[in-house]
Antibody
Framework: EVQLQESGPGLVKPSQSLSLTCSVT????????WGWIRKFPGNKMEWMGY???????SYNPSLKSRISITRDTSKNQFFLQLNSVTTEDTATYYC?????????WGQGVMVTVSS | DVVMTQTPVSLPVSLGGQASISCRSS???????????LHWYLQKPGQSPQLLIY???NRFSGVPDRFSGSGSGTDFTLKISRVEPEDLGDYYC?????????FGSGTKLEIK
């Protein structure tokens, strides 16, 4: 069974970088697409971007200058880095297997941006 | 960006009753390959979203047949029949036809 698990700090200071890891078991990240989605307080959901089986990436233009998604195929992990965060980046961050729909999700990690 | 207008915001239902949620897109969700990438998710309290329906009307593995999806073009509906307590939570539609992918604003299904 495909399982995903996010990890990373729950508190980040404004202007710093947010870095999260998604560890995948039961499926190789060299197949399919792997994405990040976040849910804001108030319940709005936003697709942030994905990395493909080949390592190519696609990002939401609203984040394009701040976001980077990378991977380590030897560990079957992919990563999110979001730079220059503000309080508006406070959200629960999810990783998911993308494909044409997001079919398997991690449990999510809540990240608060605060000084 | 494609705007996904999801209604209603809140949907009180009786257990055993039927619920219907609408999702309308600001442009057609038919991809150039002929597929329509409109999906439905349920987020139960304290859990991550789970896929219910993919590509308009296909139930994901393990999803009961009480859930059904329909629609075309810009107008889509999720129907839940014989509502059970485990169906309560927040429902979202998602389009992945056009970049960037966009979600509806959510519908909270609650007990009347």
């Amino acid at each position: 069974e495909v399982q995903l698990q996010e990890s990373g700090p729950g508190l980040v200071k404004p202007s710093q970088s947010l870095s999260l890891t998604c560890s995948v078991t039961g499926y190789s990240i060299t197949s399919n697409y792997w994405g990040w989605i976040r849910k804001f307080p108030g319940n709005k959901m936003e697709w942030m971007g994905y990395i493909s089986y080949s390592g190519s990436t696609s990002y939401n233009p609203s984040l394009k200058s701040r976001i980077s998604i990378t991977r380590d195929t030897s560990k079957n992990q992919f990563f999110l880095q979001l730079n220059s965060v503000t309080t508006e980046d406070t959200a629960t961050y999810y990783c998911a297997r993308a494909g044409s729909s997001f079919d398997y999700w991690g449990q999510g990690v809540m990240v608060t941006v605060s000084s | 960006d494609v705007v996904m207008t999801q209604t209603p915001v809140s949907l009180p239902v009786s257990l055993g009753g039927q619920a219907s949620i609408s999702c309308r897109s600001s442009q057609s969700l038919v991809h150039s390959n002929g597929n329509t990438y409109l999906h439905w998710y349920l987020q139960k309290p304290g859990q991550s979203p789970q896929l219910l329906i993919y590509r308009v009307s296909n139930r994901f593995s393990g999803v009961p047949d009480r859930f059904s999806g329909s629609g075309s073009g810009t107008d889509f509906t999720l129907k839940i029949s014989r509502v059970e307590p485990e169906d309560l939570g927040d429902y979202y539609c998602l389009q992945s036809t056009h970049f960037p992918f966009t979600f509806g604003s959510g519908t909270k299904l609650e007990i009347k």
